[in-house]
């Protein structure tokens, strides 16, 4: 089964902020039968500076990230953890497609790291079916 790394701001963010375009991706995804892999399942938020925490965060998204055929990146702002996720992608050779404000130029870093950048979920699903 393909599976897509739901990758996208978590630090520092509220539940829905984290969750609810994950929940929709996971719904859209599985209508085509793709599978999703969530970095919320492990939800840190708030144990950031115990020690371990940071290396076991992580060594578990880089595996993730290794076990996905491909990434979802949405970037409604500047997120340090999940600019790290798409350059760890790329040099893995893992796909990405990242989501951006439509109203916002997305950085060069972004475009150039990212196999497709679109303007909604709805074009990242499109563009993995293709």
Not at 48 to 65: H, L, Q, S
Request: with cysteine; hydrophobic share 40%; proline share 8%.
């Amino acid at each position: 089964m393909t599976r897509v790394y739901l990758c996208g701001p978590i630090n520092g963010c509220t539940d829905a902020e984290c969750n609810d375009w994950r929940a929709y991706a996971k719904a859209e995804l599985a209508k085509y039968d793709i599978g999703t892999i969530d970095p919320m399942d492990r939800d840190y938020r708030g144990r950031e500076m115990e020690p371990g925490i940071a290396t076991e965060i992580v060594v578990n998204d880089k595996a993730d990230i290794c076990d996905s055929h491909f990434m979802i990146a949405n970037c409604p702002k500047p997120s340090v953890g999940t600019s790290m996720e798409i350059l760890y992608a790329y040099k893995r050779g893992v796909p990405v497609v990242a989501i951006h404000p439509a109203d916002k130029p997305p950085s060069p870093w972004l475009v150039y790291h990212a196999d497709r950048v679109v303007y909604s979920m709805r074009d990242a699903i499109d563009w993995l079916l293709a």
